[in-house]
């Protein structure tokens, strides 16, 4: 008799990777520190019309997919009817076998939807009429669909301006999980974008009620904003970045640059340099000040695709892998603000895994003994959350630094249906520890590696957050 595809053993490839998993991971809470669900939808309990309204839109990685088979845009992105657009995903899916999207969407169907059917053409439209079905009852509200996964805390991703009503909403009306913000400044960065980083510091003058005449000035709106944050709970910041700038600069450098920019005047390459390295010391001196935690995403090549940026805008799969030298700039940044003694907490995260052994051994130079696992190497990361990029970034922190210590998996995600993730890292990381207990690699002391399992998948986390 054929097993169905997602039974009990998936992903655990013997009896004490089981073990590890069933006792000690499954049944914990998540707290997912980092996603990019919009806050409204929680705390107006939102309801989806149907599953492609939950599922398929903005979701970028099946739009890749979907594009590479040939797919029409029309079935994508376009003007298709709901219903159209599922069924061409169901007809990609079985060419999806190897990549993760294969794995995560008979997950995401089974856990959420009790679905145990592989999703094909023959099979889609009962499995796309009986999840309807079932995201038309209360169940199926964003807030139940949350609780369902056991989501105890998640935090997210907020750019400055941001009003942070909803999650105020959600702090007066506690509905059976935490929900904070995270302060993004991206925008505040892109100094050689002239009209758009004009454009954010008027919207950020009239949100402070100040008038930005020079640099200082800047600097203590985002502050104000910074207050803002903290007042509602925030406690990570993130930055998303190709790489981490640190060069020298001078006051009067960054000063008369920023005045160059008021003038509307671009920068050269050297001033845009120094000032975004200035910008950044000074957003992490506040996350210092203040305890947070802050968070660097490195690496991603973004819009490469200018003819497609064009038509469909950012953030819709046309980003990749960038080659851009990490450590030394990297190494400058860190190291100046713990001369001072402001280093802050701190997540790294690679999406190039050339990097894994940089950024790897890079956070144990800023290791103060002040808390355990004061600076972390993030957990695989968009191109690299997946069952191959997760494995080698637990090798190389397991190898160089101390997995112990991890914060363990995020879902990064813009989906409510992907918290079936935590689970996908959970028995993975149980399946790589138990058959290194089978290979005599690791004593099979329950109590001992059962504990780490805890405190990857969970414990860790609530302690560096200060859930």
């Not at 920023?258 to 200035?278: M, W, Y």
Request: aromatic share 12%; hydrophobic share 35%; with cysteine.
């Amino acid at each position: 008799m054929v097993k169905p595809f997602l039974n009990r053993s998936f992903l655990l490839q013997n009896a004490v990777s089981e073990r590890l998993y069933f006792d000690y991971a499954k049944s914990l809470p998540i707290i997912d520190y980092h996603n990019h669900l919009p806050p409204r939808e929680i705390a107006e309990n939102h309801q989806f019309k149907n599953l492609t309204e939950i599922w398929l839109k903005g979701d970028h990685y099946k739009w890749r997919a979907m594009r590479t088979l040939g797919i029409e845009e029309k079935y994508i992105t376009g003007d298709a009817t709901d219903e159209e657009k599922f069924l061409k995903w169901a007809e990609a899916t079985p060419h999806t076998l190897r990549n993760p999207l294969y794995h995560w969407t008979h997950l995401e169907l089974n856990r959420y939807f009790g679905v145990d059917q592989l999703l094909n053409p023959q099979t889609a439209p009962k499995i796309y009429e009986e999840a309807n079905q079932q995201l038309q009852s209360p169940a199926c509200r964003t807030q139940s669909l949350l609780k369902k996964m056991k989501v105890e805390v998640l935090c997210t991703t907020d750019d400055p301006l941001d009003d942070l009503s909803y999650h105020q909403q959600m702090a007066e009306q506690d509905p059976g999980f935490k929900v904070f913000p995270t302060w993004r400044p991206d925008h505040a960065l892109k100094v050689e974008n002239v009209p758009g980083f004009l454009d954010y510091l008027s919207k950020l003058a009239e949100l402070t009620q100040t008038e930005i005449s020079n640099l200082d000035d800047f600097l203590n709106a985002l502050q104000t904003r910074h207050d803002y944050f903290a007042d509602h709970g925030c406690r990570l910041s993130d930055r998303g970045l190709t790489q981490v700038v640190s060069q020298p600069y001078t006051g009067d450098e960054v000063d008369a640059s920023f005045l160059r920019l008021l003038q509307g005047q671009a920068l050269n390459h050297d001033q845009t340099l120094k000032l975004k390295s200035h910008i950044l010391l000074e957003l992490a001196r506040m996350d210092h000040a203040k305890g947070w935690v802050q968070q660097y995403h490195l690496g991603a090549m973004r819009n490469t695709n200018s003819r497609q940026f064009n038509s469909l805008g950012p953030d819709t799969g046309f980003d990749s892998i960038g080659d851009f030298p990490q450590g030394q700039s990297l190494g400058r940044f860190l190291d100046k603000l713990d001369q001072s003694d402001q280093l802050t907490k701190t997540i790294l995260y690679n999406l190039n895994p050339a990097d894994n052994e940089i950024l790897a051994s890079m956070i144990g130079n800023f290791n103060d003994g002040s808390f355990k696992g004061k600076m972390q190497f993030g957990s695989g990361w968009w191109f690299l959350d997946q069952l191959d990029g997760m494995q080698k970034q637990l090798n190389a922190l397991s190898h160089i630094g101390l997995l112990s210590c991890f914060v363990g998996m995020l879902t990064d995600s813009r989906s409510f249906l992907s918290f079936p993730r935590h689970e996908y890292f959970r028995r993975l990381l149980c399946n790589l520890l138990g058959t290194e207990i089978q290979q005599g690699l690791i004593p099979e002391d329950y109590d001992m590696v059962g504990s780490l399992v805890q405190n990857v998948c969970y414990h860790n986390a609530k302690e560096y957050f200060g859930f």
